[in-house]
Structures are given as C-alpha cells and as structure tokens.
C-alpha cells in the first residue's frame, strides 16, 4: 500500500534551517509529482512546494520563494524541502502529499506530517 513518511522536524531559531525528508513506497515514485504542505493550528493546509515527476519543473508559494527548496532522488524514493532562513511564520506541521491513480480513480495520499517549530 502506498506510504509517505516524513521526517527531518524540529525545534530551529529564527534565521536557521531544516530539511526535510519524505520516503515514498507502494508505488511507482519516479512517475509522479510530489508536493509539500503544511498546517499551521488553527489554520488551512496550504500547498508549499511541488515537484514534477522528473524534477524538472518546480513551484513555490510566494511565502517560501527564494528560502525553501523541494527536490527529489527518484532512485532512493525520496523527496526533500530544504527550508532555509527560517521564520517564526514556518512553524508548523508539514506534509508530503501524492494525488495517485487507485481502482476506484484518482486518490489524495498524504503522511502523518512533521512538526516544525521555530522559536527563540
């Protein structure tokens, strides 16, 4: 079955960095885009970053433009969000997130998500 599994959350100061890791399973990784999102508490799941199947493509929310870095290693089943700069505003927990196909169409898969804090 499918599995996403994030890791690489923690406690940063403002201005440091964290990345992030995702290990995909239970399906065909390489063919399929891959995104990150996160949730702030009491706040909506917003899309952060997004990478195409092959990486040749990415896109960013404007908040995390010119900071945050998605990419991936199709041979390891892995993507990555390099978040550098960061600010108290980043706090939150983030998910890596797939929409696949399954036997009854398209499905969203998301993992149990990772806490980020960042706090002096």
């Known amino acids: 079955q499918v599995q996403l599994v994030e890791s690489g959350g923690g406690l940063v100061q403002p201005g440091g960095s964290l990345r992030l890791s995702c290990a995909a399973s239970?399906?065909?990784?390489?063919?399929?885009?891959m995104s990150w999102y996160r949730q702030a508490p009491g706040k909506e799941r917003d899309m952060v970053a997004v990478?195409?199947?092959?990486?040749?493509?990415?896109n960013y929310a404007d908040s995390v433009k010119g900071r945050f870095t998605i990419s991936r290693d199709n041979t390891k089943n892995l993507v990555y969000l390099q978040m550098n700069s960061l600010k108290p505003e980043d706090a939150a927990v983030y998910y890596c997130?797939?929409?696949?196909?399954?036997?009854?169409?398209?499905?969203?898969?998301w993992g149990q998500g990772t806490q980020v804090t960042v706090s002096s």
């Open positions: 997130y797939s929409r696949l196909p399954t036997d009854l169409g398209p499905r969203d898969f």
């Open positions: 239970g399906f065909t990784f390489r063919n399929y885009a």
């Open positions: 990478i195409a199947s092959f990486g040749g493509y990415t």
